[in-house]
């Protein structure tokens, strides 16, 4: 049992907060675009948003912006050509630009694509034929381009695939009609195609779906064999925003005939009915769609004039059975002892030299799949002492980077997560160090102080050193579970609902593969990195404590004690399935306390 003691990390944090208010969902404005744009491309990677190319006031522009979180739009490398109408989509780190109109008004069957990592665009793989007005989407790392107009041919059934690391795209299977400016998305292992243009001018407002086949070893991915017609939506539209937000997907603005915009949204999973959204603040055509970190962002469009807005929308949180405890904020644990020099950061609990965690045995922590590597555990403890974020770091950055493999921002409660990673204090510093058992730091031996890496590469040097985060939810008070007849009843509602939600998510978005241990997790293969095998291992069940007086756990100043704890591992593999060597492994530890 004494493995159970590794528990108390991050009980002491004291940070009150007031509940979160639930809100239906809204459209909220966020900072215009430098200039107005219509029929370009917009993209969310790393948690930052890109709008690349589209019809300026000269018409096709090379021009492309980044908007980072709390700050404001500012340029990135041109396009190599002008274009608009184009399509985008991110796979494998980058983003993809394909096809489109140029400066001249011919289709395009270039293919460019942006590194974050260098700032740099360079060619890929052309299209095998020009197409204007087509729409692009990404699926497990799969490009898929669909529809369009080609020469001579006005509205096109033609879908191409390009797979991770191909030189050449395929034909996949047509659509059922032509359809130009039409929208696309991938929701779990489906891509779905709705609206559009006819080749009769029409706007339509029929839906389709191809279900993605989870590829085999030794095989590369496929396709059912045509696509079949899920129910329309509720307005025909053509040239709107169309991006999945979560489990849903989410379609808005758009134009019916010359001069009649859309300033309509709504929503739909792709098998049943649609349902209508808030309305935009004006009707818009060629405006475009991205999801971000739970919330759907839709950017520029032309409507009397050309406009330049960006709007977000978010989901009603009551959709998710859990809610963030507040008071915990959030954690990045940071885990290394070598030698620095600098400022050191705040210390929030204790006086400095002192651990504020002194229990944790070391080899309980590495049973449980914590990744802390340690050759010979036995007689360590692994200590950790709370610290403020210092300005070495940005921890909205370092808290994307831990989220955002593993899902939890496509989650209908992230919106909640967003507010504790935004507000001061919300994300804060665990230290840990290894040392002997028996608490040994003293004013003569301190605890080492927070000292984090400084330069161009500090952030990643840091986020590659923090092996876990955790999070504390709670449970909406609907369904108490758990812990009955104890003052702690139904305190594990939130991990058991954050699980199942995750669950369900994963299973919808990525395949799912047997793992190294499937007695005990599910596990998910991530296809979108090429040359990599990435596993998101998820337990059964998480561990949910019936009694939990009878744990060797220490009252804390607070009584505070730990009810539940759900641990989701992330480990990237080198090569393809089969390939054994592990490059990284990354845990999230999710858990439910209860104060007596």
């Given amino acids: 049992m ?10 002491f944090l004291l940070l009150a907060a007031p509940a979160l208010a639930e809100v239906d969902f809204r459209w909220d404005a966020l900072p215009q675009l430098p200039a107005a744009r219509s029929n370009g491309a917009l993209v969310a990677l790393d948690g930052n948003l890109y709008f690349l190319g589209g019809n300026g006031a000269e018409g096709p522009s090379a021009a492309c912006w980044r908007l980072q979180p709390g700050g404001a739009w500012s340029a990135i490398a041109d396009l190599p050509v002008p274009r608009s109408t184009h399509g985008a989509a991110v796979a494998g780190g980058r983003i993809f630009v394909v096809g489109g109109l140029g400066r001249d008004g011919q289709p395009l069957d270039r293919v460019d694509l942006y590194d974050p990592a260098t700032g740099r665009w360079r060619s890929g793989p052309p299209l095998t034929r020009p197409r204007s007005r087509l729409a692009l989407a990404s699926l497990q790392g799969v490009l898929v381009a669909a529809g369009g107009a080609e020469p001579g041919v006005p509205a096109s059934s033609r879908v191409e695939i390009l797979e991770p690391g191909a030189a050449s795209w395929r034909r996949g299977p047509s659509l059922p009609l032509g359809l130009n400016r039409l929208g696309v998305a991938a929701l779990g292992q489906t891509l779905v195609v709705a609206g559009g243009e006819t080749r009769q001018g029409e706007a339509s407002a029929r839906v389709f779906r191809l279900q993605f086949a989870s590829p085999s070893e030794g095989r590369p991915p496929s396709w059912s064999a045509c696509w079949q017609e899920a129910p329309p939506l509720r307005q025909a539209r053509k040239n709107f925003a169309m991006a999945t937000l979560g489990r849903r997907i989410v379609v808005a603005g758009g134009w019916v005939r010359p001069g009649v915009f859309l300033a309509s949204a709504e929503e739909g999973d792709g098998l049943g009915d649609w349902s209508e959204l808030a309305p935009l603040s004006e009707a818009r055509d060629g405006l475009r769609a991205a999801c971000l970190e739970g919330r759907i962002l839709l950017a520029g469009g032309h409507g009397r004039v050309p406009r330049s807005e960006v709007d977000q929308g978010a989901w009603n949180t009551l959709n998710s059975a859990w809610r963030v405890d507040r008071r915990l904020g959030f954690q990045l644990a940071w885990h290394d002892e070598r030698q620095r020099s600098g400022t050191p950061a705040r210390a929030l609990l204790s006086a400095p030299w002192k651990a504020d965690i002194t229990n944790i045995a070391l080899s309980g922590l590495q049973d449980l799949g914590f990744p802390i590597r340690q050759a010979a555990p036995e007689g360590l403890n692994f200590y950790l002492k709370f610290f403020e974020c210092p300005a070495g770091v940005d921890p909205l950055v370092s808290a994307r980077r831990a989220l955002s493999p593993l899902l939890v921002p496509q989650m209908a409660g992230f919106s909640q997560i967003q507010e504790v990673l935004a507000r001061p204090g919300g994300v804060v510093i665990k230290k840990g160090v290894v040392a002997p058992a028996g608490d040994p730091f003293s004013p003569e031996h301190p605890f080492p102080p927070c000292l984090v890496p400084t330069g161009a590469a500090g952030q990643e040097e840091f986020d590659l050193r923090t092996p876990f985060t955790s999070l504390y939810v709670q449970g909406d008070g609907s ?9 702690a009843e139904g305190s594990a509602d939130g991990v058991l609902a954050f699980h199942a939600e995750l669950l369900e998510l994963l299973a919808a978005t990525w395949a799912e593969v047997e793992g190294p241990d499937p007695s005990r997790f599910r596990t998910f293969q991530d296809r979108s990195q090429p040359g990599r095998t990435v596993l998101v291992r998820v337990p059964l069940a998480p561990l949910v404590f019936q009694d939990f007086r009878s744990l060797p756990m220490p009252e804390d100043p607070e009584r505070v004690f730990l009810t539940g704890l759900l641990l989701v591992y992330r480990d990237v ?23 007596l």
């Fill in 2 to 11: 004494r493995r159970f003691r590794v528990f108390l990390a991050a009980l």
């Fill in 479 to 487: 369904s108490p579970r758990t812990l009955a007849g104890t003052p």
């Fill in 573 to 595: 593999y080198a090569g393809e399935p089969g390939v054994t060597t592990l490059l990284d492994s990354r845990a999230l530890e999710v858990g439910s306390v209860v104060r």
